[in-house]
């Protein structure tokens, strides 16, 4: 499903809010001293956060229906993406991508994508423990990975204790303590 001029200008709009929303609040987190997860490495193409993009809502979207179905109207008719499942536990919406090519693993409208498509996975990196999707090219390295894991190191860790704090902590194999 291609999208055309009036939903790529309709797209252009959303995103102009969208980018200011997100500068405005990492700008406001900065100055609180928030330290964000750092993205490392590069897309390698897989699809995998295409093919079915969620969004946890707040909880005004979350618990009244009429914003919640304006919420979901918007996703569908305006992104193109199919509600597949809500996730009560974590107030997440599943959905489908329309524009998702599962042959090609591409986007058919890659030039009007949404915001949030335009920002994974940076826009996880504010969570506590980033979980990126294991094809994704990306790794998200804690604030202060290095000086944890130099610290851990002196305490005296096993080789298979290492490893597993070098994974939670974001760092590849051969990263330097």
């Not at 897309?43 to 969620?54: A, I, K, L, V």
Request: charged share 25%; hydrophobic share 40%.
């Amino acid at each position: 499903m291609r999208d055309n001029l009036a939903r790529r200008t309709l797209k252009r709009v959303a995103l102009g809010h969208f980018v200011l929303n997100l500068t405005l609040i990492r700008a406001l987190r900065r100055l609180r001293g928030d330290r964000p997860h750092r993205l490392v490495g590069a897309c390698r193409g897989s699809g995998c956060c295409c093919e079915r993009p969620s969004i946890r809502a707040n909880l005004i979207v979350w618990h009244m229906p009429l914003v919640r179905r304006c919420f979901l109207a918007w996703h569908r008719y305006v992104n193109g993406f199919a509600l597949v499942h809500a996730d009560r536990e974590g107030h997440t919406f599943v959905f489908e991508c329309t524009h998702f090519d599962r042959l090609t693993r591409r986007c058919d409208s890659y030039d009007s994508r949404p915001g949030m498509c335009r920002d994974y996975p940076r826009v996880l990196l504010d969570q506590p423990a980033p979980a990126l999707f294991p094809a994704c090219g990306f790794r998200a390295v804690a604030p202060n990975a290095e000086g944890v894991l130099r610290a851990a190191i002196g305490k005296g860790l096993t080789a298979e204790q290492e490893r597993k704090l070098r994974a939670g902590l974001g760092l590849g194999p051969d990263e330097p303590a």
